[in-house]
């Protein structure tokens, strides 16, 4: 594929934009204020089709031009296995890009740091953001995270840090990170990339165009050696952050995940050259995201988490190994393939309460390791839950935790909803 300068990028290419969610709005408003208005659109839902008038001859149009168009710019919620012009897409496969590539295209020379991984992105992507902005950097977060990455405006100076997920990073071919930080991988959105090999090999995309004056940093001794490149490699190791963890002093650290989080950002501060003394003061100052093992009520000895964001076992795995005298609240819509490797050595959990429309699935996996109460909804699960503190009047310290190792959308919207909900009803019923 040519790859066009900056000047022409824009202004000389056909692009077809398939998917009108919040990424493809910022691509069609970002080709407007570069004068193109040499693009056709799509989206598969019916409202969206309405809003904008596509119609079965605009369907025909989009389809034909597929193999007429410079770039098909693909949202990345939409699987092309799964669309309706799959065989086309398939044919233009090296056209398809996303909007993080449009991105790269128009700023090829500014500095960006991307985070990708299984689990805990989004806290990385914050605590990143926290720690440049106390450093007095400029800097934008966007991406999978907050807004489109073509919604902003930049300055040479500014730091742009990206979070990208398996679904941007499968179709991205410009992708070029200043740093790139792979987390962590484990089997996740499998039904979209097939396999794990397949949700691996997008995952390493943030690495493949980068060059020797560009930094990769890796936990994994497996991935490592994926990695073709191994020019400025920075391989992640706990010890660096045992050695200050004591002059740390915040609780939201105290949870694994997030040290492993935390141990990314130490080392990309030592390349950024950031005091040491000034990264313990900036993460000291850190406060977590919602959803996110995020501990927002108390009541006498029972504390009450909202980890709404794991929607994975082994998501959910952290939180469980990290509270005692849990009650769980579990449940939702299970990933493929997902597998419950419950050590109870390692978890203290006295009752897992089962929520949503799989309660058979969870049943089977937790079957003789936890005693499961079916509660379907989650006012119910709550309902028997404070019911069971209450008549038990438990003086050791307990937790109430919502952790459901699932996605969410069998009753809710997202993870976010969810959680929204899980703490409305805790301060409804909890605090009376």
Not at 309 to 337: D, M
Not at 344 to 351: I, P, T
């Amino acid at each position: 594929m040519k790859l066009n300068n900056k000047k022409n990028f824009i202004k000389s290419n056909f692009f077809a934009i398939y998917g009108l969610g919040k990424t493809g709005l910022s691509v069609i408003n970002f080709l407007k204020k570069n004068n193109n208005l040499n693009f056709v659109l799509w989206d598969d839902n019916q409202e969206i089709k309405k809003k904008f008038n596509l119609n079965n001859a605009k369907k025909e149009l989009f389809l034909k031009s597929l193999d007429n168009v410079d770039y098909i710019v693909m949202s990345p919620g939409i699987n092309a296995n799964h669309s309706k012009f799959k065989e086309k897409l398939i044919k233009n496969k090296r056209k398809v890009i996303t909007d993080i590539d449009i991105f790269y295209k128009m700023n090829p020379n500014i500095k960006s740091i991307v985070v990708t991984g299984t689990n805990g992105k989004s806290t990385t992507c914050k605590i990143i953001e926290h720690v440049l902005k106390k450093n007095k950097k400029n800097v934008v977060l966007g991406g999978n995270i907050g807004q489109p990455l073509l919604n902003f405006k930049y300055k040479k100076n500014t730091f742009v840090i990206i979070e990208a997920s398996s679904y941007q990073l499968s179709y991205s071919k410009f992708i070029k990170p200043t740093y790139a930080l792979l987390l962590n991988l484990t089997n996740d959105h499998l039904d979209w990339h097939g396999t794990k090999r397949n949700y691996i090999k997008a995952k390493m995309k943030i690495f493949e165009n980068q060059n020797k004056r560009e930094f990769a940093f890796i936990k994994s001794k497996f991935l490592i050696k994926k990695i073709k490149k191994k020019n400025n490699l920075v391989k992640i190791s706990s010890k660096k952050l045992d050695k200050i963890k004591e002059k740390i002093n915040n609780k939201f650290f105290n949870f694994k995940i997030n040290e492993e989080n935390l141990s990314f950002v130490l080392a990309l501060s030592r390349v950024l050259k950031i005091k040491t003394s000034s990264f313990i003061n900036y993460v000291n100052s850190f406060r977590g995201l919602q959803h996110r093992h995020e501990i927002f009520f108390k009541k006498n000895n029972v504390q009450f988490i909202n980890d709404s964001k794991a929607t994975s076992f082994k998501a959910s795995e952290a939180a469980l190994q990290s509270n005692k005298n849990i009650y769980w609240i579990v449940g939702g819509l299970p990933k493929l393939r997902d597998k419950f490797v419950f050590k109870k050595k390692n978890m203290s959990v006295l009752k897992a309460f089962i929520i949503g429309k799989n309660i058979s699935f969870f049943s089977k996996q937790l079957k003789g390791k936890i005693n499961c109460i079916p509660a379907k909804h989650l006012k119910k699960a709550i309902i028997l839950i404070l019911n069971e503190i209450k008549s038990h009047k438990l003086k050791i310290p307990s937790t109430v935790l919502l952790s459901p190792a699932s996605a969410s959308f069998d009753q809710y919207k997202n993870f976010q909803e969810r959680g929204k909900h899980f703490k409305k009803l805790i301060k409804l019923y909890a605090k009376s």
